[in-house]
């Protein structure tokens, strides 16, 4: 099947290497795409994570200076993914975190390692290779913003360019000192292109150079045209609001389904929701809850920052407990965080349980063992952990945002009368607004056969990749027919 070549450009790539969702999205949609006649291929830094993985490799290509350095570029595949690899030892050649140094701090040459990869992504776009051109240059988030840059300032044919934005907070911000070591002409810095206050921002360059941008939900497409959301970059997002537009996520069927989850304790399917049982009481009894059969099992899993919302769950819970309220948390990050959840434990012993840490495994039977999953952010691209939550019949209690907002149905009247609810949703963001949707999701979980209905309405939602690629191929379709 030779359909259109895509060519996508990630600096993480799951199962080779993840920090994040950007890495789920990278590795679950080029298999998507190939329902729709659509084969991508997929450039990565060779990272050992990557390069020790590989099952086929060629070198294609040799850079005898890229930033310093001796590069090759290798074809190969690994787990089933068709990738082109940098394999530039001096760039990449580091164990662990992708972008941190083992002190925790953004490795010195960031610059460097990610205006490598783009450079290269726009040389392969232009033709590097004479068997492999691709009709779009897709690029997610700063790590390959660069790539639209040097096209644009760059002679001859081009494919068209789609940028993505998996997190506008992140940007790739740089000294402009940098500049002539780029690569790039000196017109390059200016507002219409990637100056950003002083600095070069890599995000901002693939912004304004892409033809179109896309981010994981139609409602952060919305929010990041707004100074609240926007990061600066809000100006420039409105100015280029007919190339924009949102598409959600999918998740990983195989790998979330609770048919056959490995991690949980009884298997189960919307048809027989009764399998929940067995993982609630696994999941009480490994975190040392009261095994109380009417509790209210509120779960969270989530990295522990600002964004994700959780220092309103600390205020909101305390005056909440005497209603049957059981927590289980999964979670790492901010110290702060970490710490008031550890003391909300020591002071509701059996009610309140916080495991401090990455736990892949505990992370399932969360989901197939809470009654609610709790995703109280400030703001949310798209958010994953609501989509399993809808799979696994968790029912999701979430701050009105970004994919949040698109993907769970809020059970108001209306919607508990037509059968169509989901979850519960709350806004403004606020402690007060969190605690009135808990005490509505109390009030709704004693209603075992309202309870029951959201349930099931949230297994029934497709949450799988199939809607996402079909909506990718098609603006793949439109940007290679403009002109
Ligand atoms: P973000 O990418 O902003 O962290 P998402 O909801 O999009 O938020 O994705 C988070 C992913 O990381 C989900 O797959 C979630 O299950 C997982 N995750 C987050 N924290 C943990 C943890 N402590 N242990 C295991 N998995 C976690």
């Not at 990869?117 to 392969?124: D, G, I, P, Q, S």
């Not at 997190?167 to 390059?188: C, E, H, R, T």
């Not at 949310?380 to 968790?394: D, H, K, M, V």
Request: aromatic share 8%; hydrophobic share 40%.
């Amino acid at each position: 099947m030779n359909g259109t070549r895509v060519l996508s450009v990630a600096s993480e790539i799951f199962p080779l290497i993840k920090t994040g969702g950007l890495a789920d999205v990278a590795g679950a949609l080029p298999g998507a795409l190939a329902a729709e006649n659509i084969s991508v291929r997929t450039l990565v830094p060779g990272y050992p994570a990557i390069t020790h993985a590989l099952d086929h490799a060629s070198a294609v290509y040799d850079f005898p200076d890229l930033f310093g350095g001796r590069a090759r570029l290798l074809a190969a595949q690994a787990r089933g993914l068709d990738l082109f690899v940098l394999d530039a030892p001096h760039l990449y050649d580091r164990p662990g975190n992708p972008y941190l140094d083992p002190n925790g701090k953004d490795w010195a040459d960031n610059a460097f390692r990610y205006a490598a990869l783009a450079k290269v992504a726009a040389e392969l776009a232009r033709g590097l290779l004479d068997v492999y051109r691709p009709a779009i240059l897709h690029l997610h988030d700063w790590q390959a913003g660069l790539a639209p840059v040097y096209l644009h300032f760059a002679e001859g044919p081009r494919p068209r360019t789609v940028m993505t934005i998996h997190n506008l907070a992140y940007q790739g911000q740089f000294s402009a000192d940098l500049l002539p070591k780029l690569g790039l002409p000196a017109q390059a810095y200016g507002v219409d292109g990637i100056e950003y206050y002083g600095t070069i921002s890599y995000l901002k360059g693939g912004l304004q150079f892409a033809d179109r941008i896309t981010t994981v939900s139609p409602t952060y497409a919305d929010e990041i045209c707004t100074p609240e959301f926007g990061m600066g970059l809000d100006g420039l997002l409105r100015r280029r609001l007919s190339s924009l537009c949102g598409i959600l996520n999918g998740i990983d069927e195989a790998e979330w389904n609770p048919a056959s989850d490995p991690h949980l304790a009884g298997h189960y399917g919307r048809n027989n929701p009764d399998g929940r049982v067995l993982n609630r009481f696994e999941l009480q009894q490994r975190l040392g809850l009261d095994l109380d059969p009417d509790a209210m099992l509120l779960g969270v899993v989530s990295r522990l920052t600002w964004q994700k919302g959780l220092d309103m769950l600390q205020a909101a819970l305390p005056p909440l407990m005497g209603q049957g309220f059981q927590l289980a948390l999964l979670g790492a990050g901010d110290q702060q965080l970490e710490s008031g959840f550890s003391e909300l434990v020591r002071r509701h012993p059996g009610r309140i349980a916080a495991v401090i840490g990455y736990d892949e495994g505990l992370a399932h039977l969360i989901q197939a063992g809470c009654d609610a999953l709790v995703v109280p952010s400030r703001f949310e691209p798209c958010g994953l952990t609501q989509l399993y939550a809808l799979r696994y019949g968790a029912v999701p209690v979430v701050a009105r945002v970004g994919g949040l907002a698109d993907t769970v149905i809020d059970a108001n009247e209306m919607a508990l009368a037509n059968g169509s609810a989901t979850g519960l949703q709350f806004a403004p963001v606020t402690t007060e607004r969190l605690s009135g949707a808990l005490r509505r999701a109390r009030i709704l979980h004693r209603d075992k056969s309202a309870w029951k209905t959201l349930q099931s309405n949230g297994m029934a939602t497709d949450v799988s990749w199939r809607r996402p690629a079909r909506r990718y191929a098609s603006l793949y379709r439109d940007a290679t027919a403009q002109r």
